[in-house]
């Protein structure tokens, strides 16, 4: 989640100062995106669970913040922002956010639940 929390900042802060770029880095696209899931997952092996909490609250609050920079016009009205594309802005946010925790939470709790049987 850390990592997406990234994409977002990353992606918007560059477009907002004028360097074009997409949500989903290179090589990747969206049909992709799990394969970028590899690597984050890779890339973070030797984080400690300290260090990713610490990392993921940091980066939950930034992209908060940075939500609030935007009116409610500018986050959900489509086509204010050439490299949204066809959606509104929020929609980039509540799949770095709200829908990653939302999945993380299943997993979790399918994983206690294995846990419990054996």
Not at 34 to 46: I, T, Y
Request: hydrophobic share 35%.
């Amino acid at each position: 989640m850390y990592e997406w929390h990234q994409l977002l900042l990353n992606w918007v802060h560059s477009n907002q100062s004028g360097d074009t770029k997409p949500f989903i880095p290179l090589p990747y696209n969206w049909k992709t995106y799990g394969d970028m899931n590899v690597e984050f997952w890779k890339k973070h092996q030797n984080t400690s669970l300290k260090e990713a909490k610490e990392m993921l609250e940091k980066t939950h609050n930034e992209v908060l913040h940075l939500a609030e920079t935007f009116s409610n016009e500018e986050l959900f009205s489509k086509g204010i922002y050439k490299w949204a594309g066809s959606s509104p802005l929020d929609s980039y946010f509540v799949s770095a956010t709200a829908s990653h925790y939302d999945w993380a939470i299943k997993k979790l709790k399918a994983h206690i639940k294995n846990c419990k049987r054996k």
